[in-house]
């Protein structure tokens, strides 16, 4: 008798187990989703992207919040710590912000690349969305990974020329601008057996010595229109809305795929180019 009523006892707790499991699991299953809608829903209001996990405070560098800096970064790119800041600079009447367009056509650019990681998550991205861009790279990462620009031209992106290690063309001597763009021309010539038509300034920050060096080498100077302020790391949704909400027919974007960490840059990108292309716009490569 007392074996009976243990084993009924026994069994009355294996069952409310089992509820309480079944329980706990459909609250798991039917949380409400808390990522982007489907593509589809009306473009404004937006909600918001998924953000990235939140990072520990402190320097961030290729490997993320706390590593060794990977052997990428060759030396410290200024570009998050320039006493000017992208984009600070008087737009100068020679330099490309904009394109003539009569189509919703965009140019998105990506500077400071090519990156181990960050570069060829981005060159899927584009991929999967039959979408085309123009990669401005800098000359010390290039000889680093240069298979990766014959990635981005295999792609049928364009690539370009961001100098060979980022300084700011405006504080050098004409020889060292030379040397800058120059260095970094044959190198992409060297590779992909063509040399770069096109090069942006590093901040955008060109003035007459330097756009006359640039001419003189057979390239387009390029600016940008739209800033997707990817290098503050603002996360992965500012990013985003910045680029969403400023898009004109025509208009230069500028995003990241090296200089620092831009895993935001990559989630920014995944959510918004489908949305982006709902609105009509083709992102095409820059022809100078």
Do not use: K
Not at 32 to 60: F, I, K, L
Not at 142 to 170: R, Y
């Amino acid at each position: 008798m007392a074996s009976d009523q243990h084993t009924n006892t026994r069994r009355r707790f294996l069952t409310a187990a089992v509820v309480v499991g079944m329980l706990s699991a459909g609250r798991v299953l039917f949380l409400p989703d808390s990522g982007p809608p489907e593509t589809g829903t009306p473009p404004r209001p937006r909600p918001r992207p998924p953000q990235p996990p939140a990072t520990a405070t402190g320097p961030v560098t290729a490997g993320g919040p706390g590593d060794t800096p990977q052997p990428y970064r060759l030396r410290p790119m200024p570009g998050e710590t320039s006493r000017s800041g992208p984009g600070a600079s008087p737009p100068h009447p020679d330099v490309a912000f904009r394109l003539a367009t009569d189509r919703r056509e965009i140019f998105l650019t990506f500077d400071d690349g090519p990156h181990p990681v960050h570069t060829p998550g981005i060159l899927r991205i584009l991929r999967r969305h039959e979408a085309r861009a123009t990669f401005f790279v800098i000359g010390e990462n290039a000889a680093e990974f240069p298979g990766l620009l014959h990635d981005i031209a295999e792609a049928g992106h364009a690539v370009a020329n961001h100098t060979w290690s980022h300084p700011q063309l405006t504080t050098l001597p004409p020889g060292a601008v030379r040397n800058e763009l120059g260095r970094t021309s044959s190198l992409i010539e060297d590779v992909l057996g063509a040399a770069p038509d096109m090069a942006r300034a590093p901040y955008g920050d060109w003035d007459d010595p330097s756009l006359d060096i640039c001419n003189d080498l057979g390239m387009s100077p390029v600016g940008w229109a739209i800033d997707s302020q990817d290098w503050t790391l603002p996360g992965a949704g500012v990013i985003a809305y910045t680029v969403l909400d400023e898009l004109r027919p025509g208009a230069i974007v500028l995003s990241h795929d090296g200089g620092g960490e831009r895993a935001q840059t990559v989630e920014a990108l995944e959510w918004y180019l489908p949305r982006l292309l709902d609105e009509g716009y083709r992102p095409v490569r820059i022809e100078p």
